[in-house]
């Protein structure tokens, strides 16, 4: 994307979503393409009717069944680590809620697996990015614990719920060198960022965050 372009989006962007760019490159988002694509996508209409009208604010707001959407500094920090350190490939994504980090990953990874085990949730997801034109996703109602179900190896595992484990699963489906992004809760909540190699995982960077609980089984719409 040329300058040119990036400066045309900001200046047809929200002024709420320009101060939220603005925001973020203050807090260390320094990505143009990613601070475009956010600066121009429609948040309000990924939150619960009621707060959209905070959509671009620094916080997390309800998506719906109990469920969140991360704060837009967190979205941005998880995608920036994918943008530095990751092959572009595949991303499998557990936890697609709203759609709204699924659409971000759509932009920049040739594919993206994601899964979801909220029935509502998921046909919300899916109906909103099929409508904006979103191509390069596949949808899964699954407890996404165990992974996706057929045998592809991933570039790129972004979990957007907490575990108190990592599901060996999700780990194993990962390709050497991968990236694993997930949340942790020690010694306290934050979200990190992991390269795979060989046996061993290389911790690239962690930052405060907090997520609901990754839950086990499934829940009919
Ligand atoms: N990334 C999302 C927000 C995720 S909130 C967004 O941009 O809106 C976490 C999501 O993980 C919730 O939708 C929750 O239902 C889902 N989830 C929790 N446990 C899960 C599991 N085992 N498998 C798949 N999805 C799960």
């Given at each position: ?54 959509a ?48 971000i ?10 899964v ?61 060198q ?29 930052e ?14």
């Open positions: 994307m040329s300058l040119h372009d990036l400066n045309w989006l900001i200046s047809h962007s929200e002024p709420k979503a320009t101060k939220m760019v603005k925001y973020l490159r203050e807090q260390g988002i320094s990505h143009d393409e990613l601070l475009a694509l956010m600066g121009s996508l429609p948040r309000h209409e990924f939150v619960e009717p009621a707060f959209s009208h905070l671009y604010s620094a916080t997390s707001l309800p998506i719906g069944r109990n469920q969140t959407i991360s704060q837009p500094l967190t979205v941005a920090r998880m995608t920036q680590w994918l943008l530095t350190h990751a092959r572009l490939g595949r991303v499998l994504e557990i936890g697609t809620g709203s759609g709204y980090q699924t659409r990953l759509a932009h920049f990874f040739n594919k993206v697996h994601t979801e085990r909220q029935q509502w949730l998921y046909l919300q997801a899916k109906q909103r990015l099929l409508s904006m034109g979103v191509k390069n996703v596949e949808y899964l109602f699954a407890d996404g614990q165990t992974g996706w179900p057929h045998k592809v190896e991933m570039d790129a595992v972004i979990i957007t719920a907490m575990a108190s484990k990592i599901p060996l699963a999700l780990t194993g489906c990962l390709k050497q991968g990236i694993l992004i997930m949340p942790i809760d020690h010694p306290s909540p934050q979200i990190g960022c992991w390269r795979k190699e060989g046996e061993r995982w290389k911790c690239l960077g962690t405060p965050a907090f997520f609901v609980p990754l839950l086990e089984g499934l829940e009919h719409a």
